[in-house]
């Protein structure tokens, strides 16, 4: 059972655009939303999270957006560098139970 | 360096063959993961140990044997498997098992033949 969903598995972009990446979710009962970005011959690291009492969270050129009511999330990328071309992960967690992942997309921005 | 280092980072091993992942935090982090990662596939989470204490198994193949001797240190004893158990299995260690960041190694990529 496939609790978290991310349908796209690669985007690219032209560096200086936006990438937006989205990821859907069916437990209603996830609470808390994390991105993590996946480089090659390395393991995740944690990238931006959301608590599900925000709908939006900012950091830097990163940005998550959280709609409950379609269990949707999307991490906008703005501008895009080359240097963010990597797998992102979309991972979901709820009370008393323990992160989910999505499959992950690979995004690849061009020069 | 993310804080949490496994060995070894590559394994090929016989369908016969015993052998052990390592796992080592040094974050002072009291929950510990195994992940299995396989090709286009989500990031599957095997074992979940909290303080030392496993409380979480999901489902996973009794050829797959888990241990936490201490909060820093998680190993996962692998015997007997299958060709389809090919595939990159990842450790991670957050601060409780709650709503945090968990932290990854590199992981181990594994091949069995």
């Known amino acids: 059972d496939q609790q978290v969903k991310q349908n796209s598995p690669s985007l690219s972009v032209q560096e200086g655009r936006i990438s937006i990446l989205n990821c859907d979710y069916t437990n209603s009962m996830f609470d808390y939303f994390l991105w993590y970005k996946k480089y090659p011959a390395e393991g995740p690291t944690f990238l931006i999270s959301i608590s599900s009492i925000k709908d939006k969270n900012e950091d830097g050129r990163f940005t998550v957006f959280l709609n409950k009511s379609a269990k949707h999330l999307s991490l906008h990328i703005v501008p895009s560098q080359p240097g963010d071309s990597a797998v992102y992960f979309c991972?979901?967690?709820?009370?008393?139970?323990?992160?989910?992942f999505g499959a992950g997309t690979r995004l690849t921005v061009k020069p | 360096e993310t804080g949490v280092t496994q060995t070894p980072r590559h394994l090929v091993m016989g369908m016969t063959n015993k052998k052990s992942l390592k796992c080592e935090q040094h974050?002072?982090?009291?929950?510990m993961y195994w992940y299995k990662q396989s090709a286009k596939k989500p990031l599957e989470l095997m074992f979940v140990y909290n303080f030392k204490e496993q409380t979480e198994n999901n489902s996973v193949p009794s050829r797959f044997s888990p241990e936490c001797p201490n909060s820093s240190h998680l190993f996962l004893h692998l015997h007997t498997l299958q060709p389809e158990d090919s595939a990159l299995y990842l450790c991670?260690?957050?601060?409780?098992?709650?709503?945090?960041?968990?932290?990854f190694g590199q992981g181990t990529r594994l091949t069995v033949v």
């Open positions: 991972a979901a967690s709820a009370k008393n139970n323990d992160m989910r």
């Open positions: 991670a260690s957050s601060q409780g098992s709650l709503n945090t960041e968990a932290f």
């Open positions: 974050l002072g982090h009291n929950a």
